[in-house]
């Protein structure tokens, strides 16, 4: 399948084309996906105005502007998110443009787009500085951090034909690590 892909992702672009999709960057496409930038965390205190400004153009704006030509009933688009906009927690200012992403995939899906979202859990090739390895695994119900390979096969079945009467979900690929969070809600502390 022909995918139009926006961002930046090498390792999760590399799984999606194990997985048989042809990622395009211009011309004709059966489906949008748009990949999320790395997560970075910032006490929302700390974030200057051009901070802010700039992580919502990066994790808001740009998909939006991305998608917004390709907003027609009878197409098909995937946002890739962040787990924190489902679970927000010191530090997570970035969670607030996640959410708002994940508000305009649903708004798509009601004005005809089939439209979901993918929130990735923490991935060991892309886990933030601040967070310690051993803390995130341990908070997790299936022991191990997500990686491309399982947002890969996430995006791959809302892009399938099994997966056609799902509509503007958000679908969670962080091995249970959000149900869990109650239990301490700052992850960079033990």
């Given at each position: 399948?022909?995918?139009?892909?926006?961002?930046?992702?090498?390792?999760?672009e590399a799984e999606l084309a194990e997985r048989g999709l042809d990622?395009?960057?211009?011309?004709?496409?059966k489906a949008l996906v748009t990949l999320a930038p790395r997560v970075e965390l910032r006490p929302a205190a700390e974030l200057e105005p051009d901070e802010w400004r700039a992580s919502f153009a990066a994790w808001v704006?740009?998909?939006?502007?991305?998608?917004?030509?390709w907003l027609r009933p009878g197409r098909t688009w995937v946002a890739v998110t962040s787990i924190l906009a489902t679970?927000?927690?010191?530090?997570?200012?970035?969670?607030?443009?996640?959410l708002a992403l994940q508000t305009l995939v649903r708004?798509?899906?009601?004005?005809?787009?089939?439209a979901?979202?993918?929130?990735?859990?923490?991935?060991?090739?892309?886990?933030?500085?601040?967070?310690?390895?051993?803390?995130?695994?341990?908070?997790?119900?299936?022991r191990r951090l997500a990686s491309a390979?399982?947002?890969?096969?996430?995006?791959v079945w809302l892009l399938s034909l099994e997966a056609a009467h799902v509509n503007g979900e958000v679908l969670r690929v962080d091995g249970g690590y959000t149900i869990t969070r109650g239990s301490r809600p700052d992850p960079r502390m033990a």
């Open positions: 399948m022909r995918v139009f892909a926006i961002g930046e992702a090498a390792a999760l990622l395009v960057r211009s011309g004709d496409a704006e740009e998909p939006f502007f991305a998608a917004q030509p679970q927000p927690f010191p530090g997570g200012a970035v969670g607030a443009c996640a708004v798509a899906a009601l004005e005809g787009v089939r979901n979202a993918v929130a990735a859990g923490w991935r060991a090739d892309r886990l933030p500085a601040e967070l310690d390895t051993d803390l995130a695994v341990a908070d997790t119900p299936g390979a399982d947002v890969a096969a996430a995006v």
